[in-house]
Every structure is written in C-alpha cells, then in structure tokens.
C-alpha cells in the first residue's frame, strides 16, 4: 500500500528540539519532491519545508527558518524534519507530503500540489 508514515512528534518544552520522521512505503520517494506541512484544529494545513527529489534544494516558511531543518535520505525511503528551539506556536499535528508531479524543478507551498499524506503527527509545545 502506498503510504506515508509519520513518527517522532510528543511534548517538548519552549526552546526543546524533536526529530520528526516520514517513512515512505510502496513508492520511491527519490522521484519526488517532499514537504512537510501542519495543521491546527480549525485551520487549513500550512506548508513549512519542502526538499528537492535529490535533496539539492531546499526551501522553508519564513517562521521556521534558521530553526528546522528539512533532510531526507532516498535509500532508506525516508524524509526527516529537524526542530530546534521549539515555540508554543509550533505546535500542531505535523504531516508528511509527497508532490505529485514527477521531478518537479521547483517546491510548491500550495498543499493542493501534493497527492500523499501521512496520518501526521501531533508537537506540542509547553512549559
């Protein structure tokens, strides 16, 4: 089944870090770009980081810049979401998207440029 898995969300305290996974099944994600995005009960999903198919380029809304780092690893099928320095306005249900178009040269923001969404995992961020 294809399918995107993400792990690695929980509590963390203003200023903590979380290492977010997304494991990729039944497709190879190195055709793809790849973004994470989040969502907040009541509101539509915000893109936050994209990556290039072959990790060449990498792109970040501007709130989270300096702070999250967006990687990935195509061997393992796998895209990786590094948080630092965590705020309470983190917080949110954080989900794994895989473009649609094949090798695209650039990474969209618009979530409707993607065709694959995990179940998300939930950050929350509080003292």
């Known amino acids: 089944q294809v399918r995107l898995v993400e792990s690695g969300g929980g509590l963390a305290q203003p200023g903590g870090s979380l290492r977010l996974t997304c494991a990729a099944s039944?497709?190879?994600?190195?055709?793809?770009?790849m973004s994470w995005a989040r969502q907040v009960p009541g509101k539509g999903l915000e893109w936050v980081a994209g990556i290039y198919s072959d990790g060449s380029y990498i792109e970040y809304q501007d709130s989270v810049k300096g702070r999250f780092t967006i990687s990935r690893d195509n061997a393992k099928n796998t895209v990786y979401l590094q948080m630092n320095s965590l705020k309470p306005e983190d917080t949110a249900l954080y989900v794994c998207?895989?473009?649609?178009?094949?090798?695209?040269?650039?990474?969209?923001?618009?979530?409707?440029?993607?065709?694959?969404r995990g179940q998300g995992t939930q950050v929350t961020v509080s003292s």
């Open positions: 998207l895989k473009d649609r178009a094949i090798l695209r040269a650039t990474i969209p923001e618009d979530p409707e440029a993607y065709d694959l």
């Open positions: 039944e497709f190879d994600i190195s055709r793809y770009a």
